[in-house]
């Protein structure tokens, strides 16, 4: 659904939105590129759908476009995925020679689209050689990096950071994660859409409707974490958590809802491992959803009494953000975005351990004052940092410094 921008007024406040409109007026007519690795599932997709549509609305020439690969590229960029974010994963050289035919065969593909472009946003490292095979390109060229770099396997950076390195300047989404590179840093947290089908109000009715086509008794607790099957979301730990946690709350329910992203091979297999170790318990629902069932995560999130999300690592986790926009405390793993998303023992709490998750959901569901009041606090944290308002001003803002030469870092007031 296409939304205006003045709708945001009511949420974000009249003064946001005529703060985006004078910074769009100076970059109005020029011609902006996002560039990655798929248009379903993730959150860079996610927040793509949206940032896209608005900066077209403020006059901006915005497109997107997502590069293609086969299994083995998928296979490489999986593997650099999760050496940025850690993992000692040496990468053979046969994956990155598929990595770089494919950026080459994509970038002749995408020639046309963004030699003349004024800015080309290519994010992550799938599409990062991009730019080192257009020739002749005209515009800034910025490298987005949504994942957590916090210790990057070094061999695999130094590696991904010849090509990172001919961008004009990059964004990280937290000072932790910043590398050093020979362009300006940019530090951008990214953001939800409060008007996305994924985070509007929702009636009672639609709320319960949803739960019961899942078996899910919306008179007992229920804790839900949304995320990809993925190692790095923890799923099993969320299991343990849960289990641990029921030992004391025998009515305790858990939902682990999940779908695939096209650009993420290694889905099956770890579903596969959280379908057994859940094999024996009926009040655990492992859900595999279409990436585009927006209203369900939505109900399901609402439904939740509280949403974990225990990931290991974590660039940013819009799921986080989702929840809290519905006045749902999070239990967040203590990594990465997390811990500028979760604030300790207002929004949320911060875990270490499936022993430490247990026990503040224990807390939280025998002192449901306390869950709601974390849960206000919540909102209004989400409303004052996190939105798409916030996220499109920065972007812009970065845009003039570039245009007008200034190297200067832009960080959340
Ligand atoms: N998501 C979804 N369906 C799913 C799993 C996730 O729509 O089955 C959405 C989720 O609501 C969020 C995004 O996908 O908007 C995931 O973003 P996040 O930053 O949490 O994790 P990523 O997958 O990018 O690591």
């Known amino acids: 659904?296409?939304?205006?921008?003045?709708?945001?007024?009511?949420?974000?406040?009249?003064?946001?939105?005529?703060?985006?409109?004078?910074?769009?007026d100076r970059l109005r007519g020029l011609k902006v590129v996002h560039i990655n690795s798929t248009k379903v599932g993730g959150g860079v997709a996610e927040i793509l759908h949206k940032m896209v549509p608005l900066m077209v609305e403020l006059g901006i020439q915005a497109s997107w476009e997502s590069i293609t690969g086969d299994s083995k590229f998928f296979q490489c960029t999986k593997s650099m995925h999760n050496a940025i974010q850690g993992e000692r994963t040496e990468i053979p050289d046969s994956l990155?020679?598929?990595?770089?035919?494919?950026?080459?065969?994509?970038?002749?593909?995408?020639?046309?689209?963004?030699?003349?472009?004024?800015?080309?946003?290519?994010?992550?490292?799938?599409?990062?050689?991009?730019?080192?095979?257009?020739?002749?390109?005209?515009?800034?060229?910025?490298?987005?990096?949504?994942?957590?770099?916090?210790?990057?396997?070094r061999p695999v950076w130094k590696y991904l950071r010849t090509f990172v390195s001919s961008y004009d300047a990059s964004i990280f989404s937290l000072s932790t994660f910043a590398q050093s590179l020979p362009h300006p840093v940019y530090l951008i947290p990214p953001s939800i859409d409060p008007l996305h089908e994924k985070n509007i109000e929702l009636n009672e009715d639609e709320m319960r409707s949803v739960c019961e086509r899942f078996a899910i008794e919306t008179q007992r607790p229920v804790i839900v974490q949304v995320s990809r099957y993925d190692?790095?979301?923890?799923?099993?730990?969320?299991?343990?958590?849960?289990?641990?946690?029921?030992?004391?709350?025998?009515?305790?329910?858990?939902?682990?809802?999940?779908?695939?992203?096209?650009?993420?091979?290694?889905?099956?297999?770890?579903?596969?491992?959280?379908?057994?170790?859940?094999?024996?318990d009926p009040d655990i629902h492992i859900?595999?959803?279409?990436?585009?069932?927006?209203?369900?995560?939505?109900?399901?999130?609402?439904?939740?009494?509280?949403?974990?999300?225990?990931?290991?690592?974590?660039?940013?986790?819009?799921?986080?953000?989702?929840?809290?926009?519905?006045?749902?405390?999070?239990?967040?793993?203590?990594?990465?975005?997390?811990?500028?998303?979760?604030?300790?023992?207002?929004?949320?709490?911060?875990?270490?351990?499936?022993?430490?998750?247990?026990?503040?959901?224990?807390?939280?569901?025998?002192h449901r004052e306390k869950l709601e009041e974390m849960g206000r606090k919540a909102k209004q944290f989400v409303r004052e940092n996190f939105l798409i308002t916030r996220h499109l001003r920065e972007y812009f803002t970065l845009m003039l410094a570039l245009l007008h030469g200034k190297e200067e870092r832009i960080e959340l007031a």
């Open 287 to 366: 859900l595999l959803l279409p990436g585009d069932d927006h209203r369900t995560i939505n109900a399901l999130q609402r439904a939740a009494d509280i949403i974990v999300q225990k990931s290991i690592k974590e660039g940013f986790g819009l799921t986080v953000t989702e929840a809290m926009w519905k006045n749902k405390p999070v239990i967040g793993g203590d990594t990465g975005g997390i811990r500028i998303q979760v604030v300790n023992h207002h929004t949320g709490f911060l875990v270490n351990s499936p022993e430490g998750a247990a026990l503040r959901i224990r807390y939280l569901l025998y």
């Open 96 to 153: 990155l020679r598929t990595y770089e035919e494919t950026n080459a065969r994509n970038a002749e593909m995408l020639a046309e689209k963004v030699r003349d472009a004024d800015f080309v946003f290519v994010h992550d490292p799938q599409p990062a050689p991009l730019a080192h095979h257009i020739a002749g390109r005209k515009g800034r060229w910025i490298w987005r990096c949504h994942i957590d770099a916090n210790k990057p396997f």
């Open 231 to 280: 190692r790095f979301k923890d799923p099993l730990g969320v299991i343990q958590t849960y289990k641990l946690a029921k030992e004391f709350v025998p009515s305790l329910q858990l939902v682990l809802a999940g779908g695939g992203a096209s650009d993420d091979p290694e889905g099956k297999i770890v579903l596969n491992e959280v379908r057994a170790a859940a094999v024996d």
């Open 1 to 24: 659904m296409k939304h205006s921008l003045q709708m945001y007024a009511k949420i974000a406040g009249q003064d946001v939105v005529d703060h985006l409109h004078q910074l769009a």
